[in-house]
RNA sequence: GGAAGGGUGGCAGAGCGGACUAAUGCGCACGCCUCGAAAGCGUGUGAGGUGAAAGCCUCCGGGGGUUCGAAUCCCCCCCCUUCCGCCA
């Protein structure tokens, strides 16, 4: 959420910030007039409320003196006020969550340095790499889903008799190699981000936090006998593991990562970019998350961008970095780098991370607050999260550009740890 | 799934219908003392909303109820601990 004050207080500013994101004024207008209705009429009940506690002082003091008809008298008194002060508070409280179901579904400030633009045409290459783009042979210009079926990786067919379509099987060797990024990406971060294994069935309330409900919740898997998401990323987790809590400066920048797997209905985008795992419902993938100071977070999102880079020029998979434009941040962030790898096989640019500055927008749904050093009350954190990859698209990457002119497959040398020390998969015959 | 006991401020822990304005201890901050520190003594220490301020209101796991008045009584739910059952 972004701050009720702000909306209230620089109302012109938030129009033209949110305008870029496509927002329309009157809408703010709109939610200005509501907050303004919701503070009189908390206003109004409280009085009553405090009137009701003075009264009923009193009736406890004349309890004690004996003076059972005054005591009498005051409690009928105080029996009107708590009906009015019920008929007063349905109200506020029903204006009160006007307020904050909108504000729910209100998307962050994007920062001033995001590029201007309505949609993802509009996004900025950042850079490259490598410099000097590779060049690709014939061998490498086989799909994914061809050269996993061919050696024994990919059994798509399987997947879909299990789950339906946009499950994948991996096989072997396949199936090693999702294992073997994971570890590999995990072990690549510990240095500086504590490890975490969390659970990937959450409630409401932690998809909430992360703005993942209510507006998205056509693209969640949601089991209902219990009520419990399956998380879409593991930033749903990591965002909620201090929900509600107050931190120290000391702890902060607070780093973790996990490997999960992810879970997304894709509802609105049926028939896009079907083939193999260009889209697929569940896949894993590594996430980084930190909480930090606002004076951290810049410094911070660069620092992650530049981790998740060096995770793709270890694997030596061609990349660009986009720097998204207003109108296509998420709802959360502030600020996004997506990076994209490219893939020969599909000759695609495909998105295998998005590292978001979400500035406080998470930390004031899920209430996550430091106590900074110096100064006054606690303040909000500020959160970002990025994929240290997300595999299932690595994994198309990395089969279709180390194809081979005879039909293998070599895999990265950083991998060989790994994969028990063999980086060759075979071609059949 | 069954039984019992719990969930109170940063932590520990008392309170179990009206002075709760939540005791007390620890921790923390400041002051005194000291060459300096420890100890000791003193003072102060939760969050949120609203308001120019004084103030007012909310929060004792969550929700609902009883009452003039609820941390305290009743109902439902969640979580934790222990025991039993079941289970990878």
């Known amino acids: 959420m972004i701050d009720i004050r702000l909306v209230r207080d620089d109302t012109e500013a938030i129009k033209a910030a949110l305008g870029r994101r496509g927002i329309d004024p009157a809408d ?33 003091a004349a309890r004690r003196d004996g003076d059972t008809a005054r005591a009498e008298a005051l409690s009928e008194e105080s029996r009107d006020a708590g009906e009015r002060e019920r008929e007063l508070d349905v109200t506020a409280t029903d204006i009160q969550d006007q307020v904050r179901s909108i504000l729910l579904v209100l998307p962050n400030l994007p920062s001033a340095d995001a590029p201007d633009g309505a949609g993802p045409e509009d996004n900025v290459v950042a850079r490259s790499w490598p410099e000097v783009a590779p060049v690709y042979g014939d061998h490498q210009r086989v799909p994914h889903w061809e050269v996993g079926a061919a050696l024994g990786l990919l059994d798509m067919e399987r997947g879909a008799k299990l789950s339906g379509s946009m499950f994948p099987l991996y096989r072997g060797m396949g199936a090693r190699l999702v294992r073997a990024l994971e570890s590999f990406a995990l072990d690549r971060h510990a240095d500086a981000y504590e490890e975490i294994r969390p659970p990937t069935l959450v409630l409401t309330e932690t998809m909430v936090s992360t703005g993942h409900l209510p507006k998205f919740e056509e693209d969640a898997y ?158 909000f954190v500020h959160t970002l999260n990025g994929s240290a990859l997300a595999w299932a698209r690595i994994w198309a990457a990395l089969v279709e550009t180390g194809r081979q002119d005879d039909g293998s497959v070599v895999l990265p040398d950083v991998l060989a740890p790994y994969l028990g020390g063999r980086t060759v998969v075979d071609a059949p015959g």
């Open 28 to 60: 703010i207008d709109r939610l200005v007039a509501l907050d303004a209705q919701a503070r009189s009429s908390i206003g109004a009940r409280d009085e009553v409320r405090a009137r009701i506690k003075a009264i009923s002082k009193e009736v406890g």
């Open 222 to 379: 949601h089991l209902e006998r219990d009520d419990l998401w399956a998380i879409p990323t593991a930033e749903v987790p990591l965002t909620s593991m201090w929900r509600g809590d107050i931190l120290d400066e000391a702890d902060l920048p607070l780093r973790l990562t996990a490997g999960t797997s992810c879970y997304r209905r894709e509802a609105g985008s049926a028939g896009r970019d079907t083939r193999g795992l260009l889209r697929v419902h569940e896949f894993e993938k590594v996430e980084l998350f930190a909480y930090s100071t606002p004076d951290q977070a810049a410094a911070e999102h660069e620092a992650m961008v530049a981790r998740a880079e060096d995770l793709l020029q270890a694997l030596g998979l061609q990349y660009r970095v986009l720097d998204l434009c207003a109108g296509d941040i998420g709802l959360s962030a502030a600020r996004t780098f997506d990076l994209e790898v490219y893939s020969p096989g599909v000759d695609m640019w495909l998105e295998v991370s998005s590292v978001s500055w979400c500035s406080d927008y998470q930390a004031r749904r899920a209430n996550i607050r430091y106590r900074p050093e110096e100064g006054k009350g606690p303040v």
